[in-house]
């Protein structure tokens, strides 16, 4: 068994983040599901499919669900799951974040959440620029 992870993001930003993170990792041994929320979507009916998709996604491990940006509709929707006894949340869903998550496969839920935070944190940094 292992943690399931829900990404749960604007329009087809966790779907571009997914197909590149897949073409990076081959053979990504995780379960998957993507949820898009878009502006004008009715987020009543997209929590109802969230909650379908953390029944699909659990098989005794738990769900890491990944959202974009926080207090936004994803965000709000994914926060509105956490009556789920075995889910963790992590906001600000980068490629590094979902790199490092799709390295880790065999982590428990608690240890997955880390690494997807370390991730999104170490994927972020200021290079040096010389002044002129």
Known sequence: MSVGILIISHDGIGDALFD???NMIENNPLKVRLLSASR???PDKELETAKSFLEELDVGDGVLVLTDLLGSTPSNIAHRLQIHKDINIVTGINLSMLIRVFNYPDLNLANLTEKAYSGGV????????EKK
């Open 122 to 129: 170490d994927g972020v940094s200021i290079a040096p620029y």
């Open 40 to 42: 004008e979507c009715d």
């Open 20 to 22: 590149t993170a897949n």
